[in-house]
């Protein structure tokens, strides 16, 4: 029932978004870290769905950090390393703007991924697939319910992990797509032109928080 109560206000009521108190600078703060090659032993080579959770693989060891301009990957032959993005997504439209009057309407995202995937936007949980996955499978596509966003700045992050990449094919994609019909957009990668960050947002990074700590976050607010 909580689920459903949380569901249903994610989509009926708008989240307000006001210009972010610092300065913002373009793209988004990406967070590399290094995971255990194998899972310790627990994805055999060659088996592409491991049995074990894969929150206890992933996040565990800080890599680097760098700015990135959008989330349109194709990690070939990179395996074993989870990485974090964070920033504002920009939802701002020109015919949005009338008499000084916020406006606002819905909008759809999609992720193409192999393997995991989580989107996050305004503290709520839009997309929850952390699973290893094929990209050639179905299940490598996670679409969002319709969610109303007001034009303006919403902060977004966007996690995603690899496990083993196969030598043959694999292309392992990591892709955040839109689609937006009262504004015209086509489902689409969502362009550079949407993301910014602040300087905070690309400082040392925190440890990764599980999505059950996330979400008692969002029921206490």
């Known amino acids: 029932m909580k689920n459903f109560i949380s569901l249903f206000l994610l989509l009926v009521f708008p989240v307000f978004a006001d210009q972010p108190n610092k300065p913002l600078k373009r793209g988004l703060a990406a967070h590399y870290y290094s995971d255990p090659a194998y899972w310790g032993g627990n994805w055999p080579d060659e088996i592409s769905v491991p049995n074990v959770d894969p929150s206890v693989w992933t996040f565990k060891s800080y890599a680097y950090s760098r700015i990135e301009p959008l989330i349109n990957h194709l990690f070939i032959r990179r395996g074993w390393f989870s990485v974090r993005w964070k920033g504002f997504l920009d939802t701002k439209h020109d015919e949005g703007q009338h008499k000084g009057e916020r406006k606002g ?71 955040l797509y839109w689609f937006c019909p009262d504004y015209h957009i ?4 969502i362009p550079a032109s949407r993301f910014y960050h602040t300087t905070e947002q690309a400082e040392a990074p925190e440890r990764n928080i599980s999505l059950s700590e996330t979400r008692q976050k969002n029921i206490k607010k």
């Open 186 to 189: 086509p489902r689409q990668i």
């Open 105 to 175: 309407t819905n909008y759809s995202f999609e992720i193409h991924a192999d393997d995991g995937c989580r989107l996050i936007i305004d503290g709520k949980i839009i997309i929850d697939d952390w699973r290893p996955c094929s990209e050639i499978s179905s299940s490598s596509i996670r679409k969002s319910p319709s969610i109303y966003l007001e034009d303006g700045f919403h902060e977004i992050t966007v996690e995603y992990f690899q496990g083993q990449s196969l030598k043959k094919e694999d292309k392992d994609p990591m892709k």
